[in-house]
Every structure is written in structure tokens, then in C-alpha cells.
């Protein structure tokens, strides 16, 4: 029996081991993607008790929501999952713009839903922050929604400091997403602590950092797609990584499990972290990720992984 935890204050109860779908029919984002092992990760994930999907309109555009919502349709457990998309991108023409205008907000909810063949959705964000609407006008047509039932909770992503207040002002947000990981600390500094403070659940992205805290490469890797324009994996600064890497597989070995099991542990242990959401390109990563569950780490682990990463 997995053991569930409640995202903030939302009412959603989740498994904290979730999956994210940017490799699902996000053929934009890697090149080459196999769409039928991307179902097949999907269906993986819900058979082994993973409840909690994460997606966005701009994986694909659009595909990596057809291909989730296909999948749930088959399974016939909707009421069983967890479903969380995003929006602010819009195509105009050839060009890809920002919007989180209440109109726009509400349009790209409804195209959602049709991708999704859902006629709700459990968690909307805001994918993006837009240079124009005031955040709380932003967050306002969510709510709109929220109270309409479409949606069941409100969502930001990548919202710097003041425009996460500034959207908040109203006391909406339930979740904020932004990147965090042991090689980028910098929500620490404020987004962290205001997340606390205020009972918003934080869900960090890349928490394996693009796989290098998945203990998977060595200083020989050479990077073809997006992670080659990745800072932590080039020259000197991908060496120093490596190392740290290596004093935590030492604790791994020790616990007889993954790297990466041990890091997705460490960040369940922080105050405003209630769920995960590694990403998979194949249905064995997904099964993989979920032996996290098993990992227990006490105060000493904890803090000497921090020092580690400091």
C-alpha cells in the first residue's frame, strides 16, 4: 500500500513519487521520442501506483496531453489520478508568446481539457509569467474556474519571487513549480521559505538535474539535445559535479539502492516538498524511480547531503 501525502492545502492526496511527461510526445523537446514507449511509460506508471501526472500544452505542443489523456481514458481510472497540466504559451504564427490574460487563461484551460478527454482538470499553472497581466487578475480567472469545476486547484511556474506575492494576494495559489534541485539551490534563498509560510506546496523541476543526479554519466558523456546547452554538464563545472555525485553513491551503495533514489528521498525531507516529479523516457526508469519510497534517511544523511551539495 503506497502511503499518500496531500499536496499543501489542496485536497488532492498523491503518492509523492509522481511522473513528469516532457518525453511523453514531447517530440519539441527530444528529438526522435517513440510515442508507443511513451504510453507505455504512462501505463507503467499507473499499474505500479504512481497517481500524480504532470504535463503541458507546450510538450509536443500539445501531443504529450493527447497521449496522457488517451492513456487515462484506457484505464478507466480518472477519478483515481492526479492530473496536472500547464499553459501560457501561444502560437502567433511562427512565433511563441507568453499570455496569462484571464481570456487567453481560460481558452487554453477548455483546449486542455478536449487534449486531456477530461472534464477537469485536478491542478492548473500558469506555465510562464507573461510581461502584461497583473498576477492576481491572472490568478483570478483560475479561481473563476476553480469554482466553476474545471479545475481543482491553482498552479505558478517559474514566477520569480514578487510576482509568486503578487499573484498570491488573494491567498489563490496552492502550488508553485519552479527548478530546484541539489546543483541549483537558489529557491532556498526566498521561494522556499515564502512557500512555507504561506502553505503553498512547492513541486521542484529537474530534480535529477537532468540526470546527472541520477548517478547515470560519466566525465566521457557527450550531450546531442537539450542538455547540451545545459551549463552543469560542460567542461570544469560538469567534473566538480561528478564528484559530489560520486560521495553520495557511496551512501547509496551503503543503503544498497540508486542515486538517484537517495536524492529524490533528500528532497521529500524539506519543509514545503510534498511530491516529485522525475521524468522517464522508458517504463523500467518509472518503476525504478518509484523504489524511493523505500528509502529512509536520518538527520545525519540528511544534513551530510546538504553539506555535500552546499
Avoid at 496536472?84 to 481558452?107: E, I, R, Y
Avoid at 486547484?153 to 491567498?171: M, P, R, T, Y
Avoid at 516529479?277 to 547531503?305: C, F, M, W, Y
Wanted: charged letters at 25%.
Amino acid at each position: 500500500m503506497t502511503r499518500h501525502t496531500q499536496i499543501g492545502k489542496t485536497g488532492l492526496f498523491v503518492n509523492p513519487i509522481g511522473l513528469g511527461t516532457n518525453a511523453v510526445g514531447g517530440h519539441n523537446l527530444y528529438p526522435n521520442l517513440n510515442e508507443e514507449t511513451g504510453k507505455e511509460l504512462v501505463q507503467a506508471a499507473i499499474h505500479h501506483g504512481v497517481n500524480f501526472i504532470d504535463t503541458a500544452f507546450i510538450y509536443g505542443p500539445g501531443r504529450s496531453e493527447e497521449i496522457v489523456g488517451e492513456v487515462i481514458k484506457e484505464t478507466g481510472k480518472r477519478s483515481d489520478i492526479i492530473l496536472a497540466t500547464k499553459g501560457a504559451h501561444k502560437c502567433v504564427g511562427q512565433d511563441v508568446v507568453f499570455d496569462n490574460s484571464p481570456a487567453f487563461l481560460k481558452q487554453t484551460v477548455e483546449e486542455s481539457l478536449k487534449r486531456l478527454q477530461t472534464d477537469y482538470i485536478d491542478l492548473f499553472y500558469i506555465h510562464f509569467p507573461d510581461n502584461d497581466t497583473p498576477k492576481d487578475e491572472a490568478v483570478g480567472a483560475l479561481k473563476q474556474l476553480k469554482d466553476e469545476g474545471k479545475i481543482r486547484a491553482i498552479g505558478v511556474s517559474n514566477f520569480s519571487i514578487d510576482q509568486l506575492i503578487e499573484a498570491n494576494k488573494d491567498g489563490y495559489v496552492d502550488v508553485y513549480q519552479g527548478e530546484y534541485n541539489l546543483l541549483q539551490r537558489s529557491a532556498e534563498k526566498v521561494l522556499l521559505p515564502y512557500t512555507v509560510e504561506q502553505n503553498i506546496s512547492f513541486i521542484p523541476y529537474f530534480p535529477l538535474a537532468a540526470g546527472i543526479l541520477a548517478g547515470k554519466y560519466n566525465k566521457d558523456r557527450v550531450f546531442n539535445d537539450l542538455r547540451s546547452k545545459m551549463p552543469h554538464l560542460q567542461g570544469e563545472e560538469f567534473v566538480q559535479n561528478l564528484d559530489k555525485v560520486e560521495k553520495l553513491r557511496k551512501l547509496a551503495n551503503e543503503k544498497q539502492t540508486d542515486v538517484a533514489h537517495v536524492v529524490l528521498a533528500w528532497y521529500v525531507t524539506r519543509d514545503s516538498i510534498d511530491v516529485v516529479i522525475p521524468g522517464a523516457k522508458r517504463a523500467e526508469q518509472v518503476v525504478s524511480n518509484l523504489r524511493t519510497l523505500d528509502v529512509h534517511l536520518t538527520a545525519d544523511e540528511i544534513q551530510e547531503i546538504d553539506r555535500i551539495f552546499q
